[in-house]
């Protein structure tokens, strides 16, 4: 059973005071027109797509497991 899972979110520019938020400062924000999609799906490969910026790119499985293991063991 394959479950697919999709999510999108608008993209922002933080104006002013993007660090004074940790402070609990205000900050100004805007939406810009850009959205960020993630989906997930069972697949033999990481695949990122940034549509409004013509980027795609595959990364095999196999490559992850590698990249994972040169990591170490502090990451999950």
Do not use: W
């Not at 999709?6 to 100004?28: D, M, N, R």
């Amino acid at each position: 059973m394959s479950i697919d899972v999709q999510v999108s979110a608008p993209g922002k520019v933080i104006l002013h005071g993007e660090h004074a938020v940790v402070y609990g400062c205000k900050a100004v924000a805007v939406s810009v027109g850009l959205t960020t999609v993630v989906k997930i799906a069972s697949a033999d490969c990481l695949f990122i797509r940034f549509t409004d910026l013509g980027l795609n790119t595959e990364i095999p499985k196999d490559d992850l497991e590698d990249l994972k293991s040169q990591l170490g063991s502090d990451f999950k």
